[in-house]
Nanobody, 127 residues
Framework: VQLQASGGGLVQPGGSLTLSCAASGFSLDHFAIGWFRQAPGKEREGVSCISGSGGTTYYSDSVKGRFTISKDRAKRTAYLQMNSLELEDTAVYYC?????????????????????WGKGTLVTVSS
């Protein structure tokens, strides 16, 4: 199983950025996948997840209404569209998957339960 996050960069407050997570070694159709982030000096936290079917998505309160998770089965890639970015969104963003947990609040809360992590991509929101 391999996950590779990309798409991070420097963006001004209010701007947008789309992160990508390329997955290999397992099927995105069968397992949920999530985005997590770790800001400087803070613990890693769950941001969003999407179910294997794509029919269920879940967001943390801090990003709800601003971020959108999606995936492209053919490209085996998950995405995180981030709009209205705020200074507090500055963090290293990771994609991760666990083959047992369904997408939901537990998926975002149980960071340590994730079995597979990709290398992170840095998002810096700054004026």
């Amino acid at each position: 199983v391999q996950l590779q996050a990309s798409g991070g960069g420097l963006v001004q407050p209010g701007g947008s950025l789309t992160l990508s997570c390329a997955a290999s070694g397992f099927s995105l159709d069968h397992f949920a996948i999530g985005w997590f982030r770790q800001a400087p000096g803070k613990e890693r936290e769950g941001v969003s997840c999407i179910s294997g079917s794509g029919g269920t998505t879940y967001y943390s309160d801090s990003v709800k209404g601003r971020f959108t998770i999606s995936k492209d089965r053919a490209k085996r890639t998950a995405y995180l569209q981030m709009n209205s970015l705020e200074l507090e969104d500055t963090a290293v963003y990771y994609c991760a998957t666990d083959f047992l947990l369904p997408c939901g609040s537990d998926y975002l809360r149980r960071v340590s339960a994730m079995d597979h992590w990709g290398k992170g991509t840095l998002v810096t929101v700054s004026s």
